[in-house]
Every structure is written in C-alpha cells, then in structure tokens.
C-alpha cells in the first residue's frame, strides 16, 4: 500500500499564526487559557468565540484562513512551482465563509458562495490537480485528510494540500446558544462542571504526499505517516451521539485496522473531546472499549481547551498536534483539571509537565452533528 507522508505543514488559530507559535501554547498550557473575545453586536447570551488572526484581503475569514494555513504548509514543506501545478486540494468547513452571507450583498461582490474554501487555496497556490470542499459539520477536516490519504493511494493525486478551515458565524453561535450548548467559562473537556462548548476559529493545513513523489523530489523530511482512517455514521440523533458509542467505536477499529496497528501501538491519543456534558462521556466510554484497561495510562492531548471547538477546522488540527507529538516525541501538558475532572470520564490526561511518547501511533478523532465520526491513525518516523 502506498505510504502516505506528511511533509509539511500550516496552522493558525487563537493561539497565534504558525506551526511553531501553536507548538510554543501547547507545552505553555498549564494554568494558561486563550482571550475569550465576545462580539458586541451579536444579540444572544453568550456571544464567546475564541478568535484567530487573520489579515485583511478578498474572500471571507474562513478562505483567509486556509490560505495563511496553506501558505506555511507548502513552505515547510519546500514544494515549487512545478509541485504546485500538480497538487489537489481539499478543505473541510462546517461554515464556510459565513461572513459573506451574514452582511449586507454588496452588488458589485461576484463570491457569494458560502463555500469557497478550498478554490480560494487552489487559486492562491496554482494548485491545478482539482479543488474539493468537504462540508460535514464537525468533522470535516478529518474527513477531508481522510478522502485526500484515498486519492494518494489509488493514484489520482501525488500531492494534496488538505485540512479544515473555520470562521466565526453569528449563525453558527447563535445555534449554539439556542441549544444552550456554550459553556460561560471555557471550553473545558472532561471538566466536571463543564456546561457546553466555545467555538473557536482556526485552519490546519497539511501537505499529504506519497513517499515515492517525495523521495523523487528531495523532500528533506516528514513529520508522519498518515496511515489509517476510519469512518462511520450513527445517524442517532440530528446533534448527539449515539449513547451507546457504537459507531465511535467502529470509525476507531476502523482506522487501526486499515493502518495495521493494534490498539497496544498507540502511544497518545487527540480526542474530539469538545466539552459537551454527553460527548465526553460517549467518547471516554468507546476509547475504553478499544483501548482497555490500557485506558488509564494512556495520555490523552486535550486539544480544544486551548483552542475552543474550532468545527470544521477541528480534526485537521487535532490531527497536525498528532503528529507534531509523533515529531517531537512529547506529548504537551493537558489544562490542569485535578480532582475537577468528571468521574465518568476515566481517561489520562497529563498535566504540569510534558511526558514522553511512548508508542510508534498516534490516534485523533473528530465527530460531528447528525453522527459523521471519523478517526485517523498516524504513524511516527522510524528512530
């Protein structure tokens, strides 16, 4: 089977502009939380987003965004023109530019479409091998690594410049509290007294390439192999998962499987973990009955209590902070919870300060409204 590497890569979020700015926040967690930045015009109780930074151009934040991402990425990872003309893209999003949609129509603005995301990086990059938007919700962005690893190993693309991209929505927000799903504090996974989520924007973009194409061209390193993905749908419920975790269970089995790794090889693992009363205890139920009693030795990175629920961006970069754990063989301090953590969540959660990698595989997973799961299995360099 064609191995699938990851050669360079791009982020931006609340933490800051780049790969190494989010690396930095990761290891500096203890005790730190981002600027919960509200929106004065935004009519609803809790109008908390957790921003990123993004610069001024055409096209909406969440196109800006994936640019930026894509940018670095393709920089780290030394692709030239001739690279360029050849690779695919595919960007997930749950809303697109959503701020294109949600102002006044200017009669002389041509790109309404709320989903352009994944054009606006083929056209900035002169990425000509076909742009494609995965728009499934929370999930989105793991889907989108996941369809690109499929395009590589059946050879209709050597290169793919794939991720997740996510812009604040007033819309988006605004059925968060409908469903009074926004917790007033932080975002705070297995937290004990966690009330909801806070949705953050964000882009991971990473370049996927064959080990063939990037021995060819010289590429001077990788940080993992993406080597396995697995999908499912509960279908259960319009936004909860299904209570007993069945199909969480299965997208996980899934992606070992199709990476040829046993459960034992996993040394950290990227939850979805969005902070959500039913959510977290779901997903710690299914990690159990994959993973066993190893459950409470293995060091779960609790992402999005740095960064907020950054939707469709959230599976890219659950699955960029997967593999720079694989790169750096170092799995960064959780927010601390202490004895704050939930009873019904048993998992790991390392804190104070960071712990070696144990293990050749890392997992991240990503879950969305209506039950789309999706969980992507890497694998680090040979020592």
Not at 29 to 58: K, Q, W
Not at 78 to 97: E, K, Q, Y
Not at 188 to 214: K, N, Q, W, Y
Not at 248 to 274: E, F, K, N, S, Y
Request: charged residues 15%.
């Amino acid at each position: 089977m064609t191995q699938v590497l990851i050669t360079g890569a791009g982020a931006v979020s609340c933490l800051g502009a780049g790969v190494e700015a989010m690396w930095q926040a990761l290891c500096a967690a203890p005790g730190s939380r981002p600027l919960r930045a509200a929106d004065p015009g935004a009519r609803m109780p809790l109008p908390l987003v957790y921003r990123a930074p993004v610069g001024t151009g055409p096209g909406g934040r969440a196109s800006r965004l994936a640019v930026m991402a894509a940018r670095e990425a393709v920089g780290d990872a030394g692709l030239d023109d001739t690279d360029h003309a050849r690779s695919a893209v595919v960007i997930g999003t749950g809303g697109g530019n959503a701020d294109h949609w949600e102002r006044p129509l200017d009669p002389g603005r041509t790109d309404t479409t709320p989903f352009p995301v994944a054009s606006a990086v083929a056209a900035a990059l002169g990425a000509g091998g076909g742009a494609t938007c995965v728009s499934n919700a929370c999930s989105a962005g793991g889907f989108a690594l996941a369809i690109a690893v499929d395009m590589i190993r059946s050879g209709e693309a050597d290169v793919v410049l794939a991720g997740g991209a996510e812009a604040y929505s007033r819309v988006g927000l605004g059925c968060f509290n409908r469903m009074r799903a926004v917790d007033p504090h932080a975002c705070r996974p297995f937290h004990r007294d966690r009330a909801g989520t806070i949705l953050g924007e964000g882009a991971a973009v990473l370049v996927l390439e064959s080990a063939g194409h990037a021995r060819r061209r010289g590429a001077a390193r990788h940080y993992a192999t993406l080597a396995g993905s697995g999908w499912s749908c509960d279908a259960h419920h319009l936004t909860a998962p299904g209570p007993d975790g069945a199909q969480i269970r299965r997208a996980m089995t899934a992606a070992l499987t199709d990476a040829g790794a046993p459960a034992d090889a996993v040394g950290c693992v990227v939850p979805h973990g969005t902070g959500t009363r039913l959510n977290d205890v779901v997903e710690s139920e299914a990690l159990g009955a994959v993973f066993g009693e190893r459950l409470a030795r293995l060091p779960l990175y609790s992402l999005k209590a740095l960064t907020g629920h950054t939707a469709g961006a959230a599976g890219a970069l659950g699955v960029l902070t997967a593999a720079l754990i694989l790169d750096r063989r170092t799995v960064p301090p959780n927010v601390p919870l202490g004895a704050e953590q939930d009873a019904q969540c048993p998992v790991s959660l390392p804190q104070e300060v960071p712990v070696p990698l144990v293990g050749r595989h890392a997992m991240a997973n990503a879950f969305a409204f209506g039950g789309n799961n999706v969980s992507l299995v890497l694998e680090g360099r040979t020592p």
